[in-house]
T-cell receptor, first 116, second 114 residues
Framework: DQQVKQNSPSLSVQEGRISILNCDYTNSMFDYFLWYKKYPAEGPTFLIS?????DKNEDGRFTVFLNKSAKHLSLHIVPSQPGDSAVYFC???????????????FGQGTILTVHP | NAGVMQNPRHLVRRRGQEARLRCSPM?????VYWYRQLPEEGLKFMVY????????ESGMPKERFSAEFPKEGPSILRIQQVVRGDSAAYFC????????????FGEGSWLTVV
């Protein structure tokens, strides 16, 4: 049961344009979402997060939008740079029982390629 | 990735041998998590530990896998009698009161079983 889904395995964007990465979830109990970026042979790096009490969170070139009714979130990168080329994962803590926000359910990831 | 240290980065084991992966959490963090990424898949939660306690091991295979986080020293993920299907990247993450609801990952340990 894939509770967090990233349906686009890959995305190709021209440098300077906007990159939009999408993520859907099925568990209505999820109340916090994170985006991680991962380069080959390295660990995931935290990018940005959003609480379910918000519908938008912005940090520099990165903005995450949350649509709770649609159970959908998206990560916008503007402007995209070649160094942004990596795999992007969305994730949500399975905090049932209030044990921890560290038990994350990850999507399958989207490979972003930004062309110069 | 700052501060979460994992070793070894790469480990090769023959089938039937034991693999031990170590993780030192970020300074000040007392919560450790282990994740596994199989080829062509996303990361999957394995286990959550605090010092001397296993809090949630719902993602751990029932046999051959164990984890500990002793009072002193790093957290250890131990895989006994490895099989080819154990070949994967194993990531450790940590969190503490300073990090809020965010966990930070190490660089990973790549296990290859031959």
């Amino acid at each position: 049961d894939q509770q967090v889904k990233q349906n686009s395995p890959s995305l190709s964007v021209q440098e300077g344009r906007i990159s939009i990465l999408n993520c859907d979830y099925t568990n209505s109990m999820f109340d916090y979402f994170l985006w991680y970026k991962k380069y080959p042979a390295e660990g995931p790096t935290f990018l940005i997060s959003i609480s379910s009490i918000k519908d938008k969170n912005e940090d520099g070139r990165f903005t995450v939008f949350l649509n709770k009714s649609a159970k959908h979130l998206s990560l916008h990168i503007v402007p995209s740079q070649p160094g942004d080329s990596a795999v992007y994962f969305c994730a949500a803590p399975d905090n049932a029982g209030g044990t921890s926000y560290g038990k994350l359910t990850f999507g399958q990831g989207t490979i972003l390629t930004v062309h110069p | 990735n700052a501060g979460v240290m994992q070793n070894p980065r790469h480990l090769v084991r023959r089938r039937g041998q034991e693999a031990r992966l170590r993780c030192s959490p970020m300074k000040g963090h007392s919560h450790v998590y282990w994740y596994r990424q199989l080829p062509e898949e996303g990361l999957k939660f394995m286990v959550y530990l605090q010092k001397e306690n296993i809090i949630d091991e719902s993602g751990m295979p029932k046999e051959r896998f164990s984890a500990e986080f002793p009072k002193e020293g790093p957290s250890i993920l131990r895989i006994q009698q490895v099989v080819r299907g154990d070949s994967a990247a194993y990531f450790c993450a940590s969190s503490g009161w300073q990090s809020g609801n965010t966990i930070y990952f190490g660089e990973g340990s790549w296990l290859t079983v031959v």
